[in-house]
């Protein structure tokens, strides 16, 4: 979903949506983020605009209240501290409300194309899964998969492993019998799988 919205739409409304998508379906984020650029398509409008707006528009998503006072504040750290612009860099990024590691990647990786490793749920657990890690937090897995993963494969991870955890890689009752990778999985943590 982050890589379609990222090549239609600014930096800006990558990093705003990409906050919105933790915890929600991508369908649910791509309508929300449309309704809320429509409206407010810049930082500058966005750190101008009333929370209750904010909130009616995203209400549709989850953690709505948290995440209509995250993206506010980011907007207004953007007009401030950055001239409006999205920072291009981890460090800068990671100061913005609602911005963590993941979210930082996940910006550098589809606003900018500069190699990052965004580790969500599915990634951590595919990696663990391959045998490729044995980790047991997303922190953890980042940091270990940047000493084995070549950065030229970075960029396309996230993507590959999201969608193969989200159709066939399930937490629970994963496809094995499907999965177009099952002969280099060593399965680690599966106990039961279809």
Same mark, same amino acid.
């Given at each position: 979903?982050?890589?379609?919205?990222?090549?239609?739409?600014?930096?800006?409304?990558?990093?705003?949506?990409?906050?919105?998508?933790?915890?929600? !379906? $991508?369908?649910?984020?791509?309508?929300?983020s449309k309704r809320l650029f429509k409206k407010y398509p810049d930082a500058k409008s966005l750190a101008k605009a009333r929370l209750s707006d904010v909130k =009616?528009?995203? =209400? +549709?998503?989850?953690?709505?209240?948290?995440?209509?006072?995250?993206?506010? !504040?980011?907007?207004?750290?953007?007009?401030? $501290?950055?001239?409006?612009?999205? +920072?291009?860099?981890?460090? $800068?990024?990671? =100061?913005?409300?609602?911005?963590?590691?993941k979210v930082a990647s996940c910006v550098l990786v589809y606003a900018f194309n500069k190699p990052a490793l965004p580790i969500d749920t599915h990634v951590h657990k595919i990696a663990n899964r391959l045998g490729w890690v044995r980790t047991k937090t997303p922190e953890q897995t980042e940091k270990a998969l940047e000493k084995i993963v070549p950065k030229r494969f970075w960029l396309i991870l996230n993507d590959v492993f999201v969608q193969l955890g989200k159709?066939? @890689?399930?937490?629970?009752? +994963?496809? @094995?019998?499907? @999965? +177009?990778?099952? !002969?280099? @999985?060593?399965?680690?943590?599966?106990?039961?799988?279809?």
């Open positions: 979903m982050l890589a379609k919205i990222s090549k239609r739409h600014s930096a800006f409304q990558t990093l705003i949506s990409t906050i919105l998508s933790a915890r929600a !379906k $991508d369908e649910v984020t791509e309508v929300i =009616k528009i995203i =209400k +549709p998503i989850g953690f709505y209240n948290n995440k209509a006072e995250n993206i506010i !504040k980011t907007a207004k750290i953007l007009v401030r $501290d950055f001239g409006s612009k999205v +920072p291009d860099n981890m460090q $800068d990024l990671v =100061k913005l409300s609602g911005v963590g590691r159709t066939i @890689c399930l937490s629970r009752n +994963p496809k @094995c019998s499907i @999965c +177009p990778i099952r !002969k280099y @999985c060593k399965r680690v943590g599966v106990n039961k799988a279809l």
